[in-house]
């Protein structure tokens, strides 16, 4: 099987101009074919506090109401993927940016309202591999954002690490896939304040008896979760790690069974 | 020959939700392979009003500074962008948006500085034709806006009239195309005071005439110019009217050698 990158990168590193430009690089120089997913919270939360738009998050979650959905389709579809992709183009990748409705490559379903409405929130629900087989295989690299839609013409807000694990699932079965999440840190940290203190392995043993520690919890649990969910379903590899993991120059967690 | 469909449609219409509708439940039943641009100039100064971010328009081009660039990639390629394919997945048509840096799909070079710097306003340079044939060939829709790139990374405003032309131009060896301009009048009219004085027909020789009558003015005057040299560079059939114009319910001019 073709070997397959798939790798998701943060709002945080997308917003320091320098880390993203070595990144992209770094992307751009992977051999074979390579998807990007990406963030961009922050972004879009500055975004609304200049057009005084209220924003509210629960447990990291936006709650996304009509006007909070035009704000995010803006930030991440139009601003942040654009400019990604122009900057891959610079670099001699061939990008195409991609949301959930554009040729139907990832579709979703408006989260049932429970104890919280999150609003126009979408659980992911269909990927097009057949779409991202085809692209592919032309040499493009899809950049993908975190909006995608219902199918009945509603855009939807998605977390873009569960759209990440979620294509590199679909495609596991066609290609060998490497997943690697890139964020501010330099991987799963044993002290939060110990930026060197990265865990280079964890299993779902050691998953469950750190998360019983309580050194892995808030954001990195649903992270990790993806994660091992992503390997139950056939994803060959996972990495969490800090921007320079493409280039390998430094430390990652790898999560594995 | 096979057909192709080109449309392009302008903000006035985009801003209408019940005559866009129709419009895009139009464009979804045609038949064959069809490609759609779209502008959104009118939603872009709006947000850039609500952001306090000054907008000037010279000769109906926006001079296009830093914020101003961002602003309408946020518009264009995100909101009007995300939004219109998303209603077309829901009539069935499968549609992939699209700015010019996505798959390199139209690339252009900034505007050099005479008399007025207009900023990061484009020329448009290439068209990538091969990528265009192959998602046609896949019963895909483009939907292009009128944000391209330098291929060196910088993002640029480029006018929407322009880009339909340029691809119909572009793709007129590979199929027979109609480029259709739909806006908010029904066509070019005799009297600008009489929305039902749509003339029927324009050639070279009447546009001359209309010109030193001065019937035609204004923004009249470089859409009608890029229709002449469309058809000069092999482009078979153009239209210029209202959003019913694909449907053929309405009035249209037919703008001939």
């Known amino acids: 099987m073709d070997k397959l990158h798939l790798v998701k990168i ?29 963030g961009g919270g922050k972004e879009a939360t500055g975004l609304a506090n200049k057009l005084n738009i209220p924003v509210r998050m629960v447990d990291g979650r936006r709650i996304t109401d009509k006007t909070n959905l035009e704000l995010i389709t803006m930030v991440y579809a139009g601003k942040l993927n654009k400019s990604l992709v122009a900057q891959l183009q610079a670099f001699s990748c061939d990008a195409l940016g991609l949301s959930g ?3 139907n490559a990832y579709q ?3 989260r049932a309202v429970g104890d919280i409405d999150y609003g126009y929130v979408g659980d992911l629900t269909v990927i097009n591999t057949a779409f991202f087989k085809k692209i592919l295989s032309q040499n493009i690299s899809p ?4 909006v995608s839609h219902d199918g009945q013409g ?6 873009a690490d569960t759209i990440a694990a979620g ?19 330099k991987g799963v940290l044993q002290d939060i304040e110990d930026e060197q203190s990265v865990i280079p392995k964890i299993n779902l043993k050691k998953y469950q008896e750190l998360k019983t520690k309580g050194i892995i919890a808030q954001g990195m649990l649903p992270k990790l979760q993806n994660c091992f969910e992503a390997l ?7 990495r969490i790690g800090g921007p320079e993991l493409l280039s390998k120059k430094s430390y990652y967690t790898k999560i594995y069974k």
């Open 10 to 38: 943060g709002g945080n590193i997308i917003e320091q101009p320098a880390a993203l430009s070595s990144f992209l690089r770094d992307f751009a120089e992977l051999k074979g074919p390579k998807i990007l997913v990406h």
């Open 101 to 103: 409705t554009d040729a």
């Open 108 to 110: 979703a379903k408006k």
């Open 143 to 146: 950049i993908c954002c975190a």
């Open 154 to 159: 509603q855009l939807l807000n998605i977390n």
């Open 167 to 185: 294509i590199a699932k679909a495609l596991s079965s066609s290609y060998h896939v490497t997943l690697s999440y890139c964020f501010e840190k």
């Open 232 to 238: 139950d379903q056939g994803v060959q590899e996972i």
